[in-house]
């Protein structure tokens, strides 16, 4: 069989609840041409049989000893074939479309690594509570990086060369492997996103997000690595909205970087009084 498009890398750990939602909503998509790599990361609950009413030739599933969301995601890119890995949570739907819109841009815009989409998010149930849309230009994806995780790790689709030479996924941070992914990439490649809400994410209270209690205290020291990260930084000298540049000093002075902290305070006030003059 000749390689697919997209492989779609959909780790699980006990996930029976959504799971068959969330795999519906891949195998439904209006791309011809995919592969869905499941890694059960040592579920404990029925989400094994719940796999195993699959008889879909796209799909393929990983039974392993619990790893971890890295671990997990490590082993679904060794088995993948694709030059494109899309991302999917056990517990968020995509959108029919997905896959083809974020295949497409990535044909047409070469220097981007990944590019992510807008977000539905919603309750236990499904019910959407509010819409993110992202900013789709390399820069100011960039400065968001600074500031917060501006991607929902399952909406993005990566190019395979870009996460092979960013050095994949590791678990050096813990559950902020993503966040960690997007800042090496960024060393080489442009980060993009679509202005279009294309995947539902769905906050529950068994999510990663909610049930790991050193995902903060990492994140902060993966967010003191960021602020020395040169690709990023010169972002940070072009922002014009206020709000976001009042957000970068401040940031900055908390990760004790008080020269950035001066120079993107000083570049906005040139830039302002250039305008108004």
């Given at each position: 069989?000749?390689?697919?498009?997209?492989?779609?890398?959909?780790?699980?750990?006990?996930?029976?609840?959504?799971?068959?939602?969330?795999?519906?909503?891949?195998?439904?998509?209006?791309?011809?041409?995919?592969e869905?790599?499941?890694?059960?990361?040592?579920s404990?609950?029925?989400?094994?049989?719940?796999?195993?009413?699959?008889?879909?030739?796209r799909?393929?599933?990983?039974?392993?000893?619990?790893?971890?969301?890295?671990?997990?995601?490590?082993s679904?890119?060794?088995?993948?074939?694709?030059?494109?890995?899309a991302?999917?949570?056990?517990?968020?739907?995509?959108?029919?479309?997905?896959?083809?819109?974020?295949?497409g841009?990535?044909?047409?815009?070469?220097?981007?690594?990944?590019?992510?989409?807008?977000?539905?998010?919603?309750?236990?149930d499904?019910?959407?509570?509010?819409?993110?849309?992202?900013?789709?230009?390399?820069?100011?994806?960039?400065?968001?990086?600074?500031?917060?995780?501006?991607?929902?790790?399952?909406?993005?689709?990566?190019?395979?060369?870009?996460?092979?030479?960013a050095?994949?996924?590791?678990?050096?941070?813990?559950?902020?492997?993503?966040?960690?992914?997007?800042?090496r990439?960024?060393?080489?490649?442009?980060?993009?996103a679509?202005?279009?809400?294309?995947?539902?994410?769905?906050?529950?209270?068994?999510?990663?997000?909610?049930?790991?209690?050193?995902?903060v205290?990492?994140?902060?020291a993966?967010?003191?690595?960021?602020?020395?990260?040169?690709?990023?930084?010169?972002?940070?000298?072009?922002?014009d909205?206020?709000?976001?540049?009042?957000?970068?000093?401040?940031?900055?002075?908390?990760?004790?970087?008080?020269?950035?902290?001066?120079?993107?305070?000083?570049?906005?006030?040139?830039?302002?009084?250039?305008?108004?003059?």
């Amino acid at each position: 069989m000749s390689p697919s498009v997209v492989s779609v890398l959909l780790p699980v750990h006990n996930g029976e609840r959504f799971v068959r939602e969330a795999l519906e909503s891949v195998l439904d998509q209006s791309l011809a041409d995919f592969e869905v790599v499941v890694v059960d990361d040592g579920s404990t609950d029925g989400t094994a049989d719940a796999l195993a009413e699959y008889r879909d030739r796209r799909l393929r599933v990983l039974h392993q000893q619990q790893a971890g969301v890295a671990g997990a995601l490590q082993s679904a890119v060794r088995e993948a074939r694709a030059p494109r890995l899309a991302r999917m949570d056990a517990d968020d739907v995509s959108f029919p479309d997905r896959l083809e819109r974020q295949a497409g841009f990535l044909d047409a815009n070469p220097r981007a690594g990944l590019v992510g989409c807008g977000v539905e998010v919603a309750d236990a149930d499904g019910t959407v509570e509010h819409t993110v849309l992202l900013p789709s230009g390399d820069r100011s994806l960039r400065r968001r990086l600074l500031l917060r995780n501006p991607f929902t790790h399952g909406s993005v689709m990566l190019r395979r060369e870009a996460l092979e030479r960013a050095g994949g996924y590791r678990a050096r941070h813990g559950a902020n492997e993503d966040y960690d992914l997007w800042r090496r990439i960024a060393r080489n490649w442009e980060l993009a996103a679509l202005p279009e809400v294309l995947y539902r994410y769905r906050r529950h209270t068994g999510a990663v997000t909610t049930t790991d209690p050193a995902r903060v205290s990492m994140r902060e020291a993966l967010r003191d690595e960021l602020w020395r990260e040169p690709a990023l930084l010169r972002a940070a000298w072009g922002e014009d909205d206020p709000r976001e540049a009042r957000a970068l000093v401040r940031e900055a002075l908390r990760r004790r970087r008080p020269l950035v902290a001066a120079r993107v305070g000083a570049g906005y006030l040139a830039r302002r009084a250039s305008t108004s003059s």
